[in-house]
């Protein structure tokens, strides 16, 4: 990162137009069979961003259905429909590989000094492999859906449903390889492929973070791909596995699908959380408070998100005891958790901070997480879980880590690396705009489910008491306003790609290898391999920021 | 950078652009392959879980399934996948020790062969034997009456026995391809005493299979001594 490597790393400004990995190599077959992680990370982002109106559609009309107490808009039958496929198409296809497979493919061989990942061919492939598992989503969708909700539940899943649950169950697995490889490459790349002198506590946050998803990714994964091979053939053989009429029990398979999905909602935070430290890095300009303690938090995050499943079942009949340790251990991740929280906040202070659009949506980031994370001791706590449980106070307490502070984070980094990614600048100020409106009509929607939830309204019911209706049609009019918080970006981003000014290598004056660079970067990332010199964040030697304002 | 390091000037073959150097390239291999094996236990993983929960809670029906296998089979496929551990560790000596391609060709094909007879013995006298005497669920599986109310779950021991069997086999079948091309790539001179990583890490999987087995026998077929 010392100044003698940016300069070698950038050819010099009266050079012919820059070859870089966009302009390389032309045609849908340049793309097709790439094995550049820059350009699978875009790969991924095409697809994850159709599998993201998929699932924002199907929000949508469940929104608009409970406009009213007797449903608006579709059948109860459909409307178990829509939540599940929305669950499932955000959860699986959206929110899981979201930060990983775009930002994460694209950044980590950039930001340790890196040609590529360790296996690139191994990562064109799992884009494959996950691009299947959405068109059997997709397929599964356009033929009639499936109504188990995301969890899957047995007995209803493997005797009751009458929807296509094998084919969505498929497509999950499928999907699941995909993340186990790109865990595997993850780990690998960031083991062995490091930079000379980028040792490991020289590493941007966001790495640690990465390295910790990928943890999940390995160990998680294969877990959920076993559980859900055993619901689909308990219900094409009819044979007993989970089905208490042969000796099975149903809550084996809660077990056994909390233990993944537990430590998955901490691969849909954990990338979040490292794209947050370097926005705030880069934007109050200082070195993150407390690098080894952040670091750390993340690795701490990922082991004990293992240990945690059982509070997804209080209630389900596993025995008191049980419950006590879950309910402790659950009290427990929530530790390092507020150490990041705290250490960001630390950072801020006496920050020389600016607010473009990635640091609002940072700070967006820290407020709901830190509600999500508050929302989720309650319900961790045994006695008040019982009131809670499977009302719409769970589903706004994931809505707020999921989507307030997950969503966020991922809007806030593709802000921050877009230049980089793709050359350009958009315009800030609607960008600004769009950070404030998603915000604004984030709490509008979810936070009356908090208040829906406290007094009583289930989740995963199409119809609703009377009573309700003033907060519901709140959360609906709330949920407009963030569609249009996220359809603007949607445009200049896009517009940004032709008209946006040229970003030139480092917009934000930002410290990290990946601004060293040319925007957007040579195919093999850097001219020359750099030799790390120094800390990471080390604002103090920083480069003024240059923003071209649009 | 160690002076004797290997790097692309040297350009030897199977030495992929992303690395600096070739050992790197060797423990990445083989890191990445350590860490698809965790994955591989935790697959496996769930399985053992499922099975160690349902034992204890239908100990008896679990007694009573282990009767339908045959120990015969299971402990001579264990020898013959013991066997295969040893052919296929002495490949990749023989290429770390810079003998020639004949020589690891000689090692590869005999472990292909052990694996192959493993396969046929478990699907002609087991799996096939059990479609006939109707003791493989979800094909007509026929509740005898000695086991009595156990009935179900001894079908549950099935269940698993045909899912953990049936997934070994898989990751054979698996293994034996991947053989198929060492073969192929060690009869175009592909490896050498400085290059054979690709051999060395299918070895791993090639263990690790074994010794899903290795768990998988007594489990199964041993429970019932
Ligand atoms: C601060 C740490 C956290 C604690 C203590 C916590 C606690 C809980 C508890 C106890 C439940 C079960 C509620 C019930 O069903 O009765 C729950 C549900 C849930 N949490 Fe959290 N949570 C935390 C963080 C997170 C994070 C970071 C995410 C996601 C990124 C998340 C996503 C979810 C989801 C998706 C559910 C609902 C699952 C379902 O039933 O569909 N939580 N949380
Ligand atoms: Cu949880």
Known sequence: ?550 | MSDAAITHGDNPTGFAHQFEELDQQHDAGRLGMWLFLATEILFFGGLFTGYTVYRSLHPQAFLLGSHILEVKYGAINTAVLICSSFTMAMAIRSAQTGKRKGAIIGWLIPTMLLGATFLFLKFRFEWYHDYLEHTMPGFGFYYRPEWGAHAPQVQMFMCFYFFMTGLHALHMIVGIGILLVLTWMTSRGRFTSQYFAPLEISGLYWHFVDIIWIFLFPLLYLIRF
């Open chain 1, 1 to 550: 990162m010392s100044t003698t490597a940016t300069v070698e790393n950038l050819p010099n400004a009266s050079a012919e137009p820059q070859v870089n990995y966009l302009n390389a190599r032309y045609g849908v077959k340049s793309w097709l069979l790439t094995v550049d992680h820059k350009r699978i990370g875009l790969l991924y982002l095409c697809t994850i961003t159709v599998m993201f109106v998929v699932g924002g559609i199907a929000a949508t009309m469940m929104r608009i259905n409970l406009l009213e107490p007797q449903g608006a808009l579709v059948e109860p039958e459909t409307y178990n429909k829509l939540f599940s496929t929305h669950g499932l198409v955000m959860v699986f296809f959206f929110l899981v590989p979201s930060i990983p497979v775009t930002l994460g493919n694209f950044l980590i061989p950039m930001m340790i000094g890196a040609r590529d990942v360790a296996f690139p061919r191994l990562n064109l492939l799992s884009w494959y492999i996950f691009a299947t598992g959405c068109l059997i989503m997709l397929y599964v969708v356009c033929t009639g859906g499936v109504d188990t909700g995301w969890t899957f539940y047995t007995p209803f899943s493997t005797t009751y449903s009458t929807t296509d649950v094998v084919l969505a169950a498929l497509s999950i697995f499928v999907a699941g390889f995909s993340s186990i490889l790109t865990g595997v490459n993850f780990i690998v790349t960031i083991h062995k492929m490091r930079a000379p002198g980028m040792t490991w506590f020289r590493l941007p946050l966001f790495i640690w973070s990465m390295y910790a998803s990928a943890i999940i990714f390995v160990l998680g994964t294969p877990v959920i791909a076993i559980t859900l091979l055993l619901l689909g053939v308990e219900r094409l053989l009819h044979v007993g596995i989970f089905d208490p009429a042969l000796g099975g029990d149903p809550l084996l398979f809660q077990h056994l699908f909390w233990f993944y999905s537990h430590p998955a909602v901490y691969i849909m935070i954990l990338p979040s959380m490292g794209v947050i430290s370097e926005l705030i890095a880069a934007f109050s300009r200082k070195r993150i408070f407390g690098y080894s303690f952040v670091a750390f938090s993340s690795l701490a995050i990922a082991i004990i998100s293992f240990l945690v499943w059982g509070h997804h079942m209080f209630v389900s009949g596993e025995s008191i005891y049980a419950g006590l340790v879950f309910s402790v251990l659950s009290f427990l991740v929530a530790i390092p958790s507020a150490v990041k929280v705290f250490n960001w906040t630390a950072t801020l202070y006496k920050g020389s901070i600016s607010y473009e659009a990635p640091m609002l949506y940072a700070l967006g980031f820290l407020g709901l997480f830190t509600i999500g994370g508050l929302t989720g001791l309650y319900l961790a706590s045994l006695s008040t879980d019982v009131h809670l449980s499977g009302t719409y106070f769970v589903v706004a307490h994931f809505h707020y880590i999921m989507v307030g502070a997950a969503v966020m984070a991922f809007m806030g980094g593709i802000h921050f690396w877009w230049p980089k990614i793709t050359g350009h600048l958009y315009p800030d100020l609607w960008a600004r705009i769009a950070a404030a409106i998603i915000f604004i009509g984030f709490n509008l929607t979810f936070f009356p489910q908090f208040v829906l939830g406290y007094l009583g309204m289930p989740r995963r019911y199409a119809m609703y008491p009377a009573e309700f209706q003033a907060l519901n049609v709140l959360s609906t009019a709330g949920a407009s306003v963030l569609a249009v918080g996220y359809i603007i970006p949607f445009i200049y981003l896009i517009w940004s790609l032709k008209y946006g000014p040229v970003a030139g290598p480092n917009p934000f004056g930002a410290k990290g290898l990946e601004w060293t660079t040319q925007s957007p970067p040579p195919t093999e990332n850097y001219l020359k391999i750099p030799i790390v010199t120094e800390e990471a964040y080390n604002y103090e030697t920083a480069p003024e920021p240059e923003v071209v304002r649009v």
